[in-house]
Nanobody, 124 residues
C-alpha cells in the first residue's frame, strides 16, 4: 500500500522559510515523478514543483522559481520542498504526489498517489 505522508507545515511570517517533507513508502519510486501541489481556499489545485526520482531533474512553477527548491533523498525515500522568502499568497494546503507522468508534470491527473496535505499559512 503506497503512503505519502507530509510534514513541516505551519504558520510563518512573510519573508520567512519552511521546509516540507514527504515520506514515501509502499513501492519503488525509481520510475516515478514526485510532485508538490498546493490548493488555497476557493481555488484549484496548482502545481508547485516536481522531481524525477531517477535522474533528479527538477521542475518549478514560475511563481516559486528562485524561492522554492524540491529535492529528494533516495536513501530515506523522502522528498522535500524548501520554501524561502514566503509570501501571503503562498498560503495553501500543500500536497505531496507521486506518479509515472507520461505527458506533463504540472497536471494533477498524471499523479496516482497523494498525501493528506499539510497547511502552510504565511502572515503579512
Amino acid at each position: 500500500q503506497v503512503q505519502l505522508v507530509e510534514s513541516g507545515g505551519g504558520l510563518v511570517q512573510a519573508g520567512g522559510s519552511l521546509r516540507l517533507s514527504c515520506a514515501a513508502s509502499g513501492r519503488t519510486f525509481s520510475s516515478y515523478y514526485m510532485g508538490w501541489f498546493r490548493q488555497a481556499p476557493g481555488k484549484e489545485r496548482e502545481f508547485v514543483a516536481a522531481i524525477e526520482w531517477s535522474s533528479g531533474s527538477t521542475y518549478h512553477a514560475g511563481s516559486v522559481k528562485g524561492r522554492f527548491a524540491i529535492s529528494r533523498d533516495s536513501a530515506k525515500n523522502t522528498v522535500s520542498l524548501q520554501m524561502n522568502s514566503l509570501k501571503p499568497e503562498d498560503t495553501a494546503v500543500y500536497y505531496c504526489a507521486a506518479g509515472p507522468v507520461a505527458r506533463s508534470v504540472i497536471s494533477p491527473r498524471e499523479y496516482d498517489y497523494w498525501g493528506q496535505g499539510t497547511q502552510v499559512t504565511v502572515s503579512s
